[in-house]
């Protein structure tokens, strides 16, 4: 019989012996040199080590051995992920836009004081109204409104639902 089974790695916690491996090999990455460190970045990302800080080597390292050991994030999480970054960006370059589980129905109307004056932003089906100006992110409308950087869904109050796994 020919199965399709979608094989599931251990998660943590599951092998202990598996765990200590994992653990030790991510110790270890302190007793490196720079240049080893950069050896085994070469070896478990398959590509140059960049010349940043022996701190970002081993945090960045020790992802990815977690990474090949217990597996990576989920598809809909690096869409969100993308989601993100081209909202920080504030470009859009994904061909198919997914909705954003944060965003609510357009047509709702999101009220924000700040230093005393009341902002009413509109949720529109590709995007967001504030003072007769379509906006693609909320962060957008939010940088205008403080002159500050934000998360245009935290300024704003919204989260993600969480969801039943």
Request: hydrophobic residues 35%; proline residues 4%.
């Amino acid at each position: 019989m020919n199965h399709h089974s979608k094989i599931t790695p251990p998660k943590p916690g599951q092998d202990a012996r598996l765990d200590q491996s994992v653990l030790s090999r991510i110790a270890a990455l302190k007793t490196m040199s720079v240049k080893e460190l950069k050896t085994e970045w070469e070896r478990l990302l398959g590509s140059a080590a960049p010349n940043n800080s022996r701190a970002f080597l081993e945090a960045r390292i020790a992802y990815r051995l977690q990474e090949l050991t217990y597996g990576g994030p989920d598809h809909e999480t690096r869409r969100m992920l993308d989601l993100l970054a081209d909202e920080v960006e504030g470009v859009s370059r994904r061909k198919n836009q997914i909705a954003d589980p944060r965003n609510p129905v357009a047509g709702t109307r999101l009220i924000r004081e700040w230093n005393g004056v009341e902002h009413t932003i509109t949720v529109l089906k590709d995007g967001f109204e504030w003072q007769g100006r379509k906006y693609k992110s909320l962060s957008g409308i939010a940088r205008e409104i403080t002159d500050v950087r934000w998360n245009g869904y935290r300024f704003f109050g919204l989260q993600v639902r969480s969801r039943e796994i």
